[in-house]
């Protein structure tokens, strides 16, 4: 019997900033009535009401803490269980600001082009927004005669972010508050694809022309070793979002266009497509027979690379016939004439560095 394939979860979770916009209304009600609730009711970005737990809420010396652990549901999210924490005290003379301000285990930013500013926590527009709505939806008629300062901080943030790709981005010492609708979804791809866009657009904002694409951590790992000379912003992990990369590479108005891969990925792009996911549409082994009857591989070998499942099988048949070399340039070309054949009028030129599954160099086109 055929082993089942494990389901994926579909639980939904919270981001950060859901999470913190719910500790800053709970420690808000805390310095109002000088007792922090044991649950909060949070309105999310996208305006729905949801209802979190409190933990660690007290009031001392004229300030309030509260603490709302994250809950990711089935998102494989490195900020899962992370106490998303809001110490809230009264601004004197200040009357009807919310000021937001960043603490322990939140990032600080240090590059332009987040749409952030620089020097300041790494809490992104949409929860800075939502932390200050849910913070006036209880502070009432306070506000009309002092202000409120807000402090967000995460113990254990800056051990966090480095799981995350906030170094290159210039953000450092902890995470980000992230979230456009307060929901997070299980597996989501549009953060990571989001993440793709303001990598380049970062890059973009420090005055780079080159870009190095990257579909996963081996590869990006071999283009750095390659392109040692080039800045940290250059390079951004890409994923599976090639469409999303080159778009995005396009508008910035990049000259230079790198794409770094290992042979299967890059047979999907020579084939077409611009997203580059497994399971999407399958490897075309056909095309690897063309191009490999094309540097005179034998009839034969090609037949079996036809019917193969995989690019893999391809690069070692031809490999064991020292033909790897030529069979690897063809492969870079056909990638670069398949991609430009859809960019013809883009800014970009394209070069194509390909390395194998130890992160050795195979080819350059």
Do not use: W
């Amino acid at each position: 019997m055929q082993k089942q394939k494990k389901k994926k979860g579909t639980r939904k979770g919270f981001t950060t900033g859901a999470c913190s916009a719910a500790a800053a209304r709970a420690a808000c009600l805390g310095l109002l009535t000088n007792e922090v609730p044991d649950d909060v009711e949070c309105q999310l970005p996208n305006g729905q009401q949801v209802r979190f737990a409190v933990t660690e809420g007290y009031c001392k010396n004229g300030r309030a803490h509260a603490v709302v652990i994250k809950d990711a549901g089935d998102d494989p999210d490195v900020t899962h269980k992370a106490p998303l924490t809001a110490d809230v005290r009264l601004l004197p003379g200040y009357p009807d600001q919310v000021l937001i301000k960043g603490g322990s285990g939140v990032g600080v930013v240090t590059m332009a082009g987040l749409g952030l500013e620089v020097n300041g926590p790494a809490i992104n527009p949409v929860p800075q927004k939502n932390i200050e709505e849910n913070v006036r939806l209880v502070a009432g008629s306070l506000l009309e005669t002092q202000g409120l300062e807000v402090t967000i901080s995460v113990p254990g943030g800056e051990i966090m972010a480095k799981r995350t790709l906030n170094a290159r981005l210039g953000i450092i010492g902890g995470i980000s508050i992230l979230g456009t609708t307060g929901i997070v979804h299980p597996y989501s791809t549009a953060a990571f694809r989001d993440s793709v866009i303001q990598g380049i657009q970062v890059a973009s904002n420090q005055g780079q022309d080159t870009v190095v694409l990257t579909t996963g951590g081996r590869t990006e790992k071999f283009v750095i070793r390659e392109l040692s000379s080039l800045a940290p912003a250059c390079f951004v992990q890409m994923g599976d979002f090639l469409k999303y990369a080159l778009d995005t590479a396009v508008k910035e108005d990049i000259k230079h266009v790198i794409i770094g891969g290992m042979v299967g990925k890059l047979t999907k792009m020579a084939q077409g497509e611009t997203i580059t996911h497994a399971n999407r549409n399958a490897v075309n082994t056909g095309l690897l027979a063309e191009l490999a009857a094309g540097i005179g591989v034998p009839d034969d070998v090609c037949d079996d690379i036809r019917a193969a499942e995989t690019a893999r099988y391809a690069g070692e048949r031809i490999e064991a016939l020292g033909k790897g070399a030529e069979f690897y340039q063809a492969l870079g070309n056909k990638v670069i004439s398949t991609v430009m054949a859809r960019y013809q009028h883009a800014p970009f030129d394209l070069n194509v560095l390909i390395c194998d599954f130890d992160g050795n160099k195979l080819a350059e086109t």
